[in-house]
């Protein structure tokens, strides 16, 4: 709920690690995230409210453009600079990840969709909802981000817009934008489809356990949707990693 410049939201188990991520983002000089104004008298978390315009769907054409892909990447970029100094609270609780695979490098925010991403000016400008924020990967954050934004996906699930878009070049711009090194431009596609297998998986267990959103989101297609994915990358696997080359 939005009072004023805020936003009031209910308190998860997460909240406090989210909290502490977010106020280290604020002391490096990071912008592109909410600000934390503590807890209201309901026990809701207050949020600075960031201003401007979220990638909505159906997405409208400044945030499928190539110029958004560059600055999103940049803005990635900065993000994961400016969190890589951040020392999580010793009893930090995260969200359930799905990088059973990867060493954590740092934490990440792992749900870098359109929705999260808020636009200025017609540019990616920040990032809202670190709900799933965790101890991950660069590569791994950026992997789960194209997912949406390449989009490495079956094309019966792309937003209209999406659908004339060159996957290959788009993983390259992204990938020069945010400044990869060869060696991380060769495990991109590979972390990607494991990414889509630990998605599978994780998705089944929270909608299994959990309930809610997660269960309403795997009966409207989560699952087939993430198998469909994964299915499209192994068919197009040479071209993309081309372009990646």
């Known amino acids: 709920m939005r009072v004023g410049d805020t936003v009031r939201r209910p308190m998860r188990p997460t909240s406090p690690a989210v909290h502490a991520l977010l ?3 604020e002391s490096v000089g990071f912008e592109g995230a909410p600000r934390v ?4 008298e309901r026990g809701r978390e207050i949020l600075s409210f960031v201003p401007g315009e979220a ?16 600055e999103l990447a940049k803005l ?34 792992c749900d870098i969709t359109p929705e999260n991403v808020i636009f200025r000016d017609g540019k990616p400008w920040a ?9 991950t990967t660069r590569l791994f954050d950026v992997a789960t981000t194209l997912r949406h934004w390449a989009p490495i996906a079956d094309p019966i699930d792309r937003d209209p817009l999406q659908h004339g878009l060159d996957v290959g070049t788009r993983l390259r711009l992204f990938c020069d934008a945010y400044g990869f090194s060869a060696r991380d431009r060769r495990r991109l596609l ?4 494991l ?9 089944r267990s929270r909608a299994m356990r959990d309930g809610g959103g997660w269960a309403r989101m795997w009966q409207e297609g989560a699952g087939e949707r ?13 071209e993309l990693d081309a372009h990646l080359r």
């Open 23 to 25: 106020r280290h983002l």
């Open 37 to 40: 104004f503590g807890v209201d």
């Open 55 to 70: 990638a909505l769907r159906p997405l409208r054409p400044h945030a499928v453009s190539d110029e958004a892909l560059v």
């Open 76 to 109: 990635v970029r900065r993000f994961h600079d400016a969190v890589e100094g951040f020392v999580p609270p010793s009893d930090a609780v995260w969200a359930d990840g799905s990088e059973e695979d990867a060493l954590p490098e740092q934490v990440g925010h």
């Open 127 to 135: 990032l809202i909802d670190f709900d799933m924020a965790r101890p």
């Open 190 to 193: 590979e972390v990607t489809r």
């Open 195 to 203: 990414r889509f297998d630990r998605s599978y998986l994780a998705m």
């Open 226 to 238: 993430i198998r469909r994915a994964a299915a499209w990358l192994d068919d197009h696997w040479e």
